[in-house]
């Protein structure tokens, strides 16, 4: 598989476009339609770094607490794969461990990486390791998956609540999502 590195797709009919000496904006010669060009933003770098930091003290604080007969119970971050690894869920352990801790945080490091170095022999490793993070990231289905607990347990036990992890993760979400958007992928192959 060959990576092109001045090839952009148009999203409106699938054409590929040569974009050498494009700064900002080109017109699709087929369809007709503006395809706005991805600038390198040093937002990208300030959202992958925020979010970075968050995630980092993510895992000191539980998402959701509970009280059942008298008994505190908490879920964080970290404790999920730990607790499904102790239940036996062994496959389902790693598979959560690698979308919800490992791949935003390479996610975000791969974007830190390329604003400070000019990786030249990993350039097409750190590219595909990029697209794989992106998408393979579910910590918004995990956080989903938190709410959808949150309602089910109310039903149920009365004295459950969100607690500030939760709210850190929506912080955390927002400035993962930011730092994917702002950041120009095709810059880890201009390096």
Request: with cysteine; aromatic share 18%; glycine share 4%.
């Amino acid at each position: 598989m060959k990576i092109v590195e001045n090839v952009i797709e148009c999203y409106g009919c699938g054409t590929f476009l040569d974009i050498k000496n494009i700064n900002s904006q080109v017109k699709c010669p087929r369809c007709h339609s503006t395809i706005d060009i991805k600038n390198h933003s040093k937002e990208a770098l300030i959202y992958a770094i925020s979010a970075l930091l968050l995630f980092l003290i993510l895992p000191l604080y539980p998402l959701l607490t509970t009280n059942i007969n008298g008994i505190q119970l908490y879920a964080s971050i970290t404790q999920t794969p730990i607790m499904l690894y102790q239940e036996g869920f062994f496959f389902v352990s790693v598979l959560i461990f690698f979308t919800i801790i490992f791949a935003p945080i390479f996610n975000s490091l791969i974007i830190i990486f390329t604003f400070f170095f000019k990786p030249k022999k990993t350039k097409h490793f750190l590219f595909r390791l990029y697209h794989i993070t992106k998408e393979w990231g579910f910590i918004d289905i995990f956080m989903i998956g938190c709410v959808i607990a949150y309602i089910k347990m109310t039903n149920t036990f009365q004295n459950t609540h969100f607690e500030i992890g939760f709210y850190i993760m929506i912080i955390y979400l927002i400035l993962f999502y930011l730092s994917n958007q702002k950041f120009d992928e095709k810059m880890i192959l201009k390096g």
